[in-house]
């Protein structure tokens, strides 16, 4: 049985494509062209199969092609165990991003119970090093992939600490209206901390029981200060002794809006902002896969997104990701600028060749590299 893939993926008027229409089979999708041929662009519109802003975390009113300003669709037919689910996604000019699933008008966050899609992506390579937002993004994405309702406890918590924050910079005494709020966030606030929690246990319990050639890693979350209390109660608590302090600061000053991501390469017990350059990138694979892994055993096996990671492996390490990419029968969607980036994987993947053609990218079916 083949693993949960795309099928076939019809693309309009989306970023530099005006027109594309590609057939998978559920290998691996190796795509190479030059610089600026629409290569990126195509894995952003497999990722806008998942909820939120995509890879590039681009608004809908972007994505659409420069030239034409008549609004952008994709479409692509989903082949998962024991179904196949038509989906769409679009936006008008002027218009939010829309959800059709098997022709009925869906939510973003239904995209989530589908078909998990993970990415890596060179804006990523600096994760280590730059704030906590980005990382505390990644591990929300690994969250949603393994705990679809990550994502509407991601939502209630903002829209409840958003009211909360308003008070206090309004000065509010109002304690039955911030009660009400400290409520709310203190019940999806607790949520997210278990799916995140929940989920580093999972990678980690994955990244155990594989045979990889990419370093483990011990995860954890960590807060800037005090640690989350660990429950319901004790954080509405928490928030109602911090009112005055938060007041004075005119926000919410803790919570997992502040939670951060913190790994450290377990056998080298070296801090990941502290690893070589290829050292990083493979601990981000090491991540990926891992997610990958734990969904696989669930049956919910993701599509990944592997934006140039080619390039930034030693071969040793490059053969080694196609191997286990291949192992766990994923569909992978994997670029570079040089068809010989994947010779490794000879018959065991697809290929297409992007190029720029007239202000369009033209997308070409190729044998082998
Ligand atoms: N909304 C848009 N409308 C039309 N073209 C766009 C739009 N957004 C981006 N582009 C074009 O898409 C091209 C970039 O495509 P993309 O990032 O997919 O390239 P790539 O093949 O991944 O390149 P690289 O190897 O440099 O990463 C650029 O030429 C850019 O101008």
Redesign the pocket.
Known sequence: MSRPHLQHLALSQF??HARARLDFDGRPVALW??????????LEAVSFLSPGRGLRRAGAE??????EGVGWKIAARLELPGTIREVETQALPGEARSVRIDGKAASQLDLARLIPVLWLVPAMDRLWLEGAEGRRRFLDRACLSLFPDHGEASLAYEKAMRERNRLLKDGSRDAHWYGALESQMAQAGTRLARNRDATLARLMAAQARAETAFPAATLAVVYPEDPLPPSEDLFALALERGRWRDMAAGRSLAGPHRADLDAVWTAKGVAARDCSTGEQKALLVSLILANARALEEEGTAPVLLL??VAAHLDPGRRAALYDEVCGLGLQAFM?G?EPALFAELGARAQYWE?A?EGGATQLTERSLP
């Open positions: 970023r530099s062209g030059p610089n600026g041929s629409g290569k990126t662009n195509l972007e994505v659409g092609r420069r030239a934006d140039e670029t600028t992007a720029e």
